[in-house]
């Protein structure tokens, strides 16, 4: 019922609805320790295939995908090195460790990030034949290969991998990039049916909140995201153009926008979804990984930016996230960046927001009127909605003009915490003198505290006409709550927070002053009268 709609009701549900995201977030997005992969688990994913019945490793090949496994020299068969990445291949022709070089990708003890975890099968490239005796000979034989090591020096050069078989000679033609992609080139000397995979999902960042899984984009442009734990194992698309195995900032990934692949996906013991690719006598295909950064992957083609995944509201993450990149390339700063995107967004809702606080204002001046309707109209609750009705009508105020802009511009909140949680290339970007990292929670809890203070300042002066003291007292409380909770979000979406705090403040306070005004102007007026 409308009379039962007022102002702390609104404000209440919304401010619920902040706090459950808010809780749910401090739950399941605050990094935690990489998870280990037990030898139980490691041994199903090993045998996880695309049809469990058709595909199938050797049963022990511990020797290569021990949970505990450390590369041996005599495991490596190539390195390839480049400016901003070190591979190595090991003895069955996969890509088995996948090193960052850049320095933004550091691990917190100053090592290499390294995107291809020993323990989680399957690794890049790697082969797996339908038929299980084929299977078992290709998972105990040594590929040879062309050279040891090849440097890129800027420069794109080829490897050649060769495993000759009993009855078959497989060949893998390999042209790396300094980008971080690759070429491939498989073919087989006689027909045996095969699958080829990206390898499992980078495992560097782990979290519950960010999406973690598989992304496969098929022939219409649609794309299907399979998270871990909710592989069914059957699942399987036709001339797929672009499959990718991603967690929240880096990908593996394969693509061939021109004749697109024959994708199963598997799931593993834990129902976490692998990828495989139906192998050919001969095909060729491109492959990447790395961080998911914008510009680079759209260096390589423009297309695999649908890699960076935002959820729901991707119609509106995504423009903001080409604003937000525009704005960095004009101003040179990710923090700077975030404060005049926000600046932006506040300045195109104005006139949204504006009608929500005057529409708030009428109703707290018209709040002892609704108090001696209600208690008139008590246990009349059709008669007291009539008279209600009739008094918004009178002054022009609407019980939904308050609640209304909140609700619309959720989906531009969550969208922008989409952009600002997946964007890798807020990692290691600093700000102003103590935020180094705009992807990492503030050190010195400044902004965190800054936001609180400006969400005490906007309560304080927002209109309210509570009738329970208990909903009152909870409303105190939350500034107190929403900086206990964002002291340890990212820099950058606290930052957002704050300046859109501001701007509240600001628009309030305007709004506050010319209903100020108003009453002056009607109380001079009824002195003049007297």
Same mark, same amino acid.
């Given at each position: 019922?409308?009379?039962?709609?007022?102002?702390?009701?609104?404000?209440?549900?919304?401010?619920?609805?902040?706090?459950?995201?808010?809780?749910?977030?401090?739950?399941?997005?605050?990094?935690?320790?990489?998870?280990?992969?037990?030898?139980?688990?490691?041994?199903?994913?090993?045998?996880? *295939?695309?049809?469990?019945?058709? /595909?199938?490793?050797? =049963?022990?090949? @511990?020797?290569?995908?021990?949970?505990? =496994?450390?590369?041996?020299?005599?495991?490596?068969? $190539? #390195?390839?090195? $480049?400016? !901003?990445?070190?591979?190595?291949?090991?003895?069955?022709?996969?890509?088995?460790?996948?090193?960052?070089?850049?320095?933004?990708?550091?691990?917190?003890?100053?090592?290499?990030?390294?995107?291809?975890?020993?323990?989680?099968?399957?690794?890049?490239?790697?082969?797996?034949?339908?038929?299980?005796?084929?299977?078992?000979?290709?998972?105990?034989?040594?590929?040879?290969?062309?050279?040891?090591?090849?440097?890129?020096?800027?420069?794109?050069?080829?490897?050649? &991998?060769?495993?000759?078989?009993?009855?078959?000679?497989?060949?893998?033609?390999?042209?790396?990039?300094?980008?971080?992609?690759?070429? +491939?080139?498989?073919?087989?000397?006689?027909?045996?049916?095969?699958? +080829?995979?990206?390898?499992?999902?980078?495992?560097?960042?782990?979290?519950?909140? #960010?999406?973690?899984?598989?992304?496969?984009?098929? *022939?219409?442009?649609?794309?299907?995201?399979?998270?871990?734990?909710?592989?069914?194992? @059957?699942?399987?698309?036709?001339?797929?153009?672009?499959?990718?195995? +991603?967690?929240?900032?880096?990908?593996?990934?394969?693509?061939?926008?021109?004749?697109?692949?024959? /994708?199963?996906? @598997?799931?593993?013991?834990?129902?976490?979804?692998?990828?495989?690719?139906?192998?050919?006598?001969?095909?060729?295909?491109?492959?990447?990984?790395?961080?998911?950064? !914008?510009?680079?992957?759209?260096?390589?083609?423009?297309?695999?930016?649908?890699?960076?995944?935002?959820?729901?509201?991707?119609?509106?993450?995504?423009?903001?996230?080409?604003?937000?990149?525009?704005?960095? @390339?004009?101003?040179?700063?990710?923090?700077? $960046?975030?404060?005049?995107?926000?600046?932006?967004?506040?300045?195109?809702?104005?006139?949204?927001?504006?009608?929500?606080?005057?529409?708030?204002?009428?109703?707290? %001046?018209?709040?002892?009127?609704?108090?001696?309707?209600?208690?008139?109209?008590?246990? =009349?609750?059709?008669?007291?909605?009539? !008279?209600?009705?009739?008094?918004?009508?009178?002054?022009?105020?609407?019980?939904?003009?308050?609640?209304?802009?909140?609700?619309?511009?959720?989906?531009?909140?969550?969208?922008?915490?989409?952009?600002?949680?997946?964007?890798? =290339?807020?990692? $290691?970007?600093?700000?102003?003198?103590?935020?180094?990292?705009?992807?990492?929670?503030?050190?010195?809890?400044?902004?965190?505290?800054?936001?609180?203070?400006?969400?005490?300042? !906007?309560?304080?002066?927002?209109?309210?006409?509570?009738?329970?003291?208990?909903?009152?007292?909870?409303?105190?409380?939350?500034?107190?709550?929403?900086?206990?909770?964002?002291?340890?979000?990212?820099?950058? &979406?606290?930052?957002?927070?704050?300046?859109?705090?501001?701007?509240?403040?600001?628009?309030?306070?305007?709004?506050?002053?010319?209903?100020?005004?108003?009453?002056?102007?009607?109380?001079?007026?009824?002195?003049? %009268?007297?």
């Amino acid at each position: 019922m409308i009379d039962k709609l007022t102002m702390q009701h609104r404000i209440l549900i919304a401010t619920v609805l902040s706090f459950a995201f808010f809780a749910a977030y401090d739950y399941f997005f605050i990094p935690k320790s990489t998870p280990q992969t037990t030898a139980q688990t490691q041994q199903s994913a090993d045998k996880s *295939a695309p049809e469990v019945q058709e /595909v199938k490793p050797v =049963e022990d090949n @511990s020797a290569f995908s021990s949970p505990k =496994e450390t590369l041996d020299s005599k495991e490596v068969l $190539a #390195t390839v090195l $480049a400016e !901003h990445f070190e591979i190595k291949i090991d003895r069955l022709g996969r890509i088995t460790k996948y090193y960052l070089n850049d320095a933004r990708f550091t691990n917190e003890d100053g090592s290499r990030l390294q995107l291809v975890d020993a323990s989680l099968s399957p690794k890049p490239l790697e082969v797996r034949f339908k038929d299980t005796a084929l299977n078992n000979e290709a998972f105990s034989n040594d590929y040879t290969v062309s050279s040891s090591q090849i440097e890129l020096n800027g420069n794109s050069k080829k490897l050649t &991998l060769t495993q000759t078989l009993k009855d078959v000679t497989l060949t893998k033609e390999i042209t790396f990039h300094p980008n971080g992609n690759y070429d +491939v080139q498989i073919s087989l000397s006689k027909p045996a049916e095969y699958f +080829v995979s990206p390898g499992f999902r980078p495992n560097a960042v782990v979290d519950g909140f #960010t999406f973690h899984g598989v992304l496969v984009k098929e *022939a219409d442009d649609t794309i299907t995201v399979i998270k871990d734990e909710d592989a069914k194992g @059957s699942e399987r698309f036709i001339d797929s153009p672009l499959i990718a195995a +991603v967690d929240r900032y880096y990908a593996t990934l394969f693509y061939d926008f021109e004749g697109g692949f024959d /994708v199963v996906v @598997s799931a593993d013991k834990n129902q976490n979804p692998i990828l495989f690719v139906k192998g050919k006598q001969n095909m060729g295909f491109s492959g990447y990984i790395g961080p998911k950064d !914008h510009k680079g992957l759209s260096q390589i083609d423009p297309r695999l930016t649908d890699t960076i995944e935002y959820g729901w509201f991707t119609f509106i993450a995504k423009p903001l996230f080409l604003l937000l990149s525009y704005i960095h @390339s004009l101003v040179g700063n990710w923090g700077w $960046a975030i404060v005049i995107m926000t600046i932006l967004i506040r300045l195109i809702l104005y006139p949204l927001t504006y009608k929500g606080m005057v529409s708030m204002n009428k109703l707290k %001046e018209l709040s002892p009127k609704i108090k001696e309707l209600q208690a008139k109209y008590k246990g =009349e609750p059709q008669k007291l909605n009539a !008279h209600m009705m009739e008094l918004y009508k009178k002054h022009g105020a609407n019980p939904m003009g308050g609640c209304l802009p909140i609700l619309l511009q959720i989906p531009i909140f969550f969208a922008i915490y989409r952009v600002l949680s997946n964007a890798i =290339e807020l990692k $290691a970007a600093p700000w102003i003198l103590w935020v180094k990292d705009l992807a990492a929670m503030d050190p010195y809890f400044i902004l965190p505290i800054l936001m609180g203070v400006t969400m005490f300042l !906007h309560q304080r002066i927002t209109p309210t006409n509570f009738t329970d003291p208990m909903q009152e007292k909870i409303m105190k409380f939350l500034p107190l709550i929403f900086t206990f909770f964002f002291v340890t979000f990212p820099a950058g &979406l606290t930052l957002y927070w704050f300046v859109n705090n501001l701007f509240s403040i600001a628009q309030q306070y305007y709004v506050n002053s010319i209903f100020a005004k108003k009453k002056e102007a009607q109380k001079g007026k009824k002195e003049a %009268e007297k």
